[in-house]
C-alpha cells in the first residue's frame, strides 16, 4: 500500500498466497489457472508467495504455470529457476529448536525446499491429522497425499538444513516454545491444523513474505508500487502492507482486512478471477 499502481500497459508483478487464496485445501479451481494464464499472456509477471517450501508444492498447484515463487513465507525466492534468496536456519537455532520440540514429544515437520523431514516416531500422528483436515475438502483428502508424498521419516534430524518448521500438535502452547527456543524464533497460526491443537509454524524473526517480494521485484526491475499482493493470513500481513495493492481474501484474519485496499472472493468462488479482472490483469 505504498503507492498508487502506474498507468495501463505497465507490468505488474502479481504474488499470490496459495493456501486459502489461490487454492482451497490443495485444489486450485480451474478459473484461477485461467486467470494467472490470461495474466502472464497479457505481460504481467505471477508469482506464488506461500508459507509452503517449494518440497510442499505438487505439480497440481503449480500446472498453471508462474514466473518464480517465494517460498517458506519469505525465506526462499526463485524466478525462472534462479535461486535469489535461500535462508536456513543457523545450525545452533536448528539445533534448539529440534532439541526443544523432541522434549516435548511435538508433532512437527521440518521443512525444506529439498524434502519435509518429520520425526519417525510421529509420522503416524501427522498423517492422522493430515488426513482430518484434508477429508473437510469438498473433493475429499487430495491435499493430504500431495504433501506426504514429500515426508521422510528422518532420525537424525539435526543435520537437516530447513527454512522453517510447521508444529502441527504440542502438549505446550507455542508462546511456550518460542521461549525455550529463544528470541530468534518467532510463530504465526498453521493453516493446515485443528484449531483445538498447540499448532503453528516457526520461522526466524525478521523474515517474511514482504523479503521475497523485495528480492524478486529487485531482480525483475518492477517498482513496488506495481506490486499486487493477494492473501488472507497472518504471515501475509508484511507482503499485503508493502505491495502497491494490497489484496484481502474476505473472511481473512481482522489486520488483514484492515491493512488491504480492497478484498476478493474466496478460491470455492473462484474469487481471483473477478479480482484479477478488476486489477486490469488481463
Do not use: W
Request: aromatic letters at 4%; one cysteine or more.
Amino acid at each position: 500500500m505504498s503507492a498508487k499502481p502506474s498507468t495501463a500497459g505497465t507490468v505488474r508483478a502479481v504474488f499470490l498466497d496459495v493456501d486459502g487464496t489461490y487454492a482451497d485445501y490443495g485444489v486450485v479451481p480451474e478459473g484461477h489457472v485461467r486467470a494467472v494464464r490470461a495474466a502472464r499472456e497479457a505481460g504481467h509477471r505471477v508469482l506464488l508467495c506461500t508459507g509452503r517450501p517449494v518440497s510442499m508444492l505438487p505439480q497440481s498447484i503449480l500446472a498453471a504455470g508462474f514466473d518464480g515463487l517465494v517460498a517458506s513465507a519469505g525465506a526462499y525466492a526463485e524466478v525462472a529457476g534462479e535461486v535469489l534468496v535461500d535462508r536456513r536456519f543457523p545450525a545452533d537455532l536448528a539445533a534448539r529448536t529440534v532439541a526443544a520440540l523432541d522434549a516435548h514429544d511435538a508433532v512437527y515437520i521440518l521443512e525444506s525446499q529439498e524434502a519435509l523431514h518429520v520425526p519417525p516416531a510421529a509420522a503416524e500422528r501427522l498423517q492422522a491429522i493430515l488426513d482430518a483436515h484434508f477429508r473437510q475438502a469438498p473433493g475429499g483428502p487430495v491435499g493430504s497425499s500431495a504433501i506426504l508424498g514429500a515426508v521422510q521419516q528422518t532420525a537424525d534430524r539435526a543435520a537437516v538444513s530447513f527454512a522453517k518448521v510447521s508444529v502441527f500438535d504440542s502438549p505446550v502452547a507455542m508462546e511456550d516454545l518460542v521461549r525455550e527456543i529463544g528470541d530468534d524464533i518467532a510463530v504465526v497460526a498453521n493453516s493446515v491444523a485443528d484449531e483445538g491443537r498447540h499448532a503453528g509454524e516457526l520461522f526466524q524473526r525478521g523474515i517474511s513474505k514482504a523479503d521475497g517480494v523485495a528480492a524478486v521485484i529487485a531482480h525483475l526491475g518492477i517498482a513496488r508500487e506495481d506490486t499486487i499482493a493477494i492473501g488472507d493470513g497472518a504471515n501475509d500481513l508484511e507482503m499485503i502492507a508493502y505491495a502497491g495493492i494490497g489484496v484481502a481474501i474476505e473472511g481473512s484474519i481482522p489486520e488483514l482486512m484492515a491493512i488491504a485496499d480492497r478484498t476478493a472472493g474466496r478460491p470455492g468462488q473462484e474469487g481471483l478471477v473477478a479480482a484479477f479482472a478488476e486489477l486490469g490483469l488481463h
